[in-house]
């Protein structure tokens, strides 16, 4: 294949949709699956059949739209008319107004124009719920592997790496490491074997924004790893995805088939003398295989377990060659970076983070889902703009962004722009995109010990400060949820969170302490209720003192 | 000293002192041929080095991070603190942890004053425990006809499991489950005395650096690990290459 066939190819597929007046788009990403949205989009396709509109009408599965609590979700007349909740009964509602411009039942419309679809901007989403994501002509109708083809054949790898640097883009994977220095690196590692991974192992608790991008839009991960490949010298690469994920692995074997059979992927793509290949490695469900170093040891073969660095895998990583390892985000960024230039990037976002960001916002908050922000929104906007506020009248009082190696960001710093610093500098992180909102009814020592038994059951084990430091700090925060606690566990606690944080081998340790160090730092009180008063504010835990009123009261 | 095709000689500070080690020595190597001290545990000369149990991390100008000395290469220039405040309370507190994990009762333990873990303990002033200890229900594997391996006194080091591969070549040990519920395991997961990759070389119980593998037939105190053959081992690996 090349440039031609491949216009060729988008020509033939937008003429192809442009016979039909009606396109009407059900999600089939794995939440909306998960309430029968395949049920439903067969009832369209049979009720179409049945009132003959074949010919002018097209049900059409794609990826994820983003309001995932409201699945199943329909889409009709390029988004203008959406439809939640959807059952296999509504089907025929939901024809009647898409085509016969019918109002639909009320309790399945939603408004398309609500602050949650417009307030966003899609960079790499641009496709979810727009394509089909098992078809590779579907992508390539929308611009798919144009930036590949450009890279191949018009720039020199130098130019793609430039690109990528100007572009300002940092890691989506938490930890904000500037993507086009990470490039360089691999670029300049001497002209050997070299490795592109995908880091797609998405572990927090709460995120899913990965696995929505490889759902919906599996072809731009594959696009922006051979563009990696071709700009480092790298002719193979590896998709690190967690088994959890069957139906993005599904979709991700066969996105490189059809990529491999379209000369996408493989040897000589483009009809030049680039070779590229992808295979998929499954994760065996543990979470510090997120870390690059373990991630490389379990694709090895090995126990997943990290390594001290320096040399980073940049240096010596897979089979200890220099490897370049990015999040799925972040590759799947590349193809409009090339597409629209680095500079067109750089322009949106703040000074030191460009771009957007995708970000699962879950919780206690009206509209849950997916969601695409550029970076320097504040966290007051995306919460109750949209986000849609706090359910029922409650009363606001953290955000935790970043998982378990994240923070609990209180109300007084909700103004501060989102970006990879100013979470920094309140003691959270901008980590992989999961952003759990919660309110009065949360209690936080609780919401510390869930992060803290997470971090405990996921540690490797390997090193002594986050194998039993993680253990000891739940062990205290156990005790101070029930009441058994003593001044002197709060001042070990506090102890112990510098000690793992500062002595730990691997990302996950150093940033274990972080949901209760913030915590810590913002909610004293409720600790010291659960301490001194042996009560919870929030009526979550039960703590001795509230016991013994109980039994007394019985 | 001739060096080897892109190793260079380099000169750094450690502990206010001026050192001159080559590029492919790391931290301790350097600081052990200047008789500065860095408490190590999981590290034994002769194995590879993971840098795992922290005891030897030390602070060096310019990088944010903490580095474990058996793994970090030297560099020219570089300023490395041993001893700070901040080290040494860590250290204490990763003995401390290490003492809390499992069952460490010194006075009825067969290498009771032949123990790494003890001397280090007595050495960096650790002479009370204020964690709560988290008495975990560990197995003892007395199935092998002449070494026991009791998981109460192990600490994780993956000594034994390092010298079964690397040195014997048997590997025989390996690891299983993560956090506190990792334990050493042999084949998989089988009685040591069943094991049919176990050559009986004993070498794992000479490394351990508890009472943790120790030979049969030994009372409290009596299990003395003898480690002459390491370097010599060792050596003959790297001539081997």
Redesign the interface.
């Known amino acids: 294949m090349n440039q031609d066939d491949l216009a060729n190819i988008a020509v033939q597929t937008k003429q192809e949709e442009s016979r039909y007046d009606h396109v009407i788009k059900v999600c089939v990403a794995a939440g909306c699956l998960s309430a029968n949205s395949d049920q439903v989009k067969t009832q369209l396709e049979s009720e179409v059949k049945q009132r003959g509109l074949e010919s002018c009408c097209k049900v059409k599965g794609v990826g994820c739209m983003g309001l995932c609590a409201a699945g199943p979700l329909v889409a009709g007349e390029g988004n203008e008319k959406m439809f939640q909740n959807v059952t296999p009964a509504d089907a025929s509602a939901i024809l009647d107004s898409i085509v016969d411009n019918k109002p639909a039942p009320e309790n399945v419309v939603i408004d398309s124009h609500l602050d949650f679809f417009t307030g966003q901007k899609k960079i790499v989403l641009e496709n979810s719920g727009e394509i089909d994501p098992e078809r590779v002509e579907d992508y390539i109708a929308a611009d798919g592997y144009e930036a590949l083809f450009h890279c191949i054949t018009k720039l020199k790898p130098l130019g793609v790496v430039e690109q990528v640097t100007k572009s300002g883009l940092r890691g989506r994977g938490g930890a904000g490491f500037p993507t086009g220095l990470k490039w360089t690196t691999v670029y300049k590692a001497g002209t050997g074997q070299k490795y592109v991974i995908c880091n797609a192992d998405e572990g927090d608790p709460g995120a899913f924004m990965d696995r929505s991008v490889l759902e919906s839009d599996p072809h731009r991960v594959l696009e922006g790893m051979a563009i990696a490949g071709y700009a480092v010298g790298a002719n193979k690469g590896f998709i690190y995805c967690r088994a959890e994920y069957p139906l993005a692995v599904k979709r991700l074997r066969t996105a490189i088939r059809q990529a491999e059979s379209h000369g996408l992927l493989g040897n000589n793509i483009g009809e030049t003398h680039f070779d590229f290949k992808i295979e998929i490695r499954l994760g065996a469900g ?1 979470f ?1 295989c997120g870390e690059e170093t373990a991630l490389i040891a379990s694709i090895e073969g090995g ?1 997943g377990t990290p ?2 660095r ?1 040399p980073f895998p940049a240096q010596s990583g897979l089979w200890d060659c220099p490897t370049l390892i990015n999040n799925v985000e972040t590759f799947a960024n590349i193809p409009p970076i090339i597409r629209r230039g680095g500079e067109w990037y750089s322009t949106i976002g703040t000074e030191k983070s460009k771009g957007t960001k995708v970000f699962a916002l879950a919780g206690r908050v009206v509209n849950t889902g997916l969601i695409e922000v550029p970076m320097g929104i504040t966290l007051r906007e995306i919460i109750f703009k949209l986000g849609g506020g706090i359910p029922e009248g409650r009363r606001f009082k953290a955000v935790q962004s970043g998982g378990p190696s994240g923070g609990c960001v209180p109300e007084q710093y909700l103004d501060i722009p989102v970006d990879y610093d100013s979470l920094a500098s309140v003691g959270s992180i901008m980590g992989s995109g999961g952003m759990i909102v919660m309110d009065e009814t949360s209690c936080m020592v609780d919401v510390a010990k869930f992060f803290m038994d997470f971090c ?10 986050c ?6 700090m739940h ?1 205290i925060l156990e005790r101070i949820s029930e009441g058994r606690a003593t001044q002197n566990d709060l001042e ?1 606690l506090k ?2 969170t510098g ?1 793992v944080k ?4 691997c990302g996950l340790g150093q940033t274990a302490p972080n949901p209760t160090l913030t915590t810590l730092r913002y909610f004293m009180d409720e600790y010291k209720a659960h301490i001194e008063e042996g009560r919870c504010p929030a009526g979550i835990c039960h703590p001795v003192k509230d016991k013994e009123e109980a039994e007394v009261g019985a | 000293m001739s060096t080897a095709p892109g190793v260079e000689i380099c000169t750094l500070i450690i502990e206010n002192r001026e050192c001159g080690g080559r590029s492919d020595q790391t931290i301790l190597d350097v600081a052990e041929e200047y008789g500065i001290f860095i408490p190590t545990l999981c590290r034994l000369p002769g194995l590879s080095s ?5 005891m030897c ?1 030390v602070e060096v100008k310019g990088s944010n991070k ?3 000395a058996c ?3 030297v560099q020219e220039g570089m300023e490395v603190t041993v001893n700070s405040e ?1 080290l040494e ?2 250290r204490r ?2 003995l401390e ?2 003492f ?2 499992r069952n460490h009762i010194c006075s009825v333990c067969v290498t009771n004053g032949h123990c790494d873990l003890q001397s280090l303990a007595q050495k960096l002033g650790v002479n009370h425990i ?3 200890y ?1 008495h975990p229900h560990v197995e003892v594997d007395a199935s092998h006809p002449r070494f026991i391996a009791d998981h109460n006194r192990c ?2 080091c993956t000594r034994c499991i390092r010298v079964c591969a690397e040195i014997e070549g048997a590997h025989t040990w ?2 299983m ?6 334990r050493v395991i042999t084949d998989l997961n089988r009685p040591w005395g069943e094991s049919e990759s176990c050559t009986g070389c004993g070498k794992c119980v000479q490394v351990c650096p508890t009472g943790a593998l120790s030979e049969k037939g030994q009372a409290a105190g009596e299990m003395m690990k003898r480690r002459q053959f390491l370097p010599y081992l060792s050596m003959m690996r790297e001539v081997g290459k």
Not at chain 2, 50 to 54: H, L, P, Y
Not at chain 2, 177 to 182: C, D, L, P, S, W
């Open positions: 543990a510090v126990r390594r001290p320096p405990m059951s996921e540690s490797c084990g390997k090193c002594v400060p194998r039993v430091g993680t253990t000891q062990n070990q102890e112990l000690m500062a002595a730990s081998l | 993971i840098g795992a149990c922290r991390l903490l580095l474990p793994v970090t290469k901040r309370a860590y507190t990763t942890l290490l809390s994990e204020t964690m709560p988290l600490i994780l390996d690891l489950g993560r956090g506190t519920k990792a």
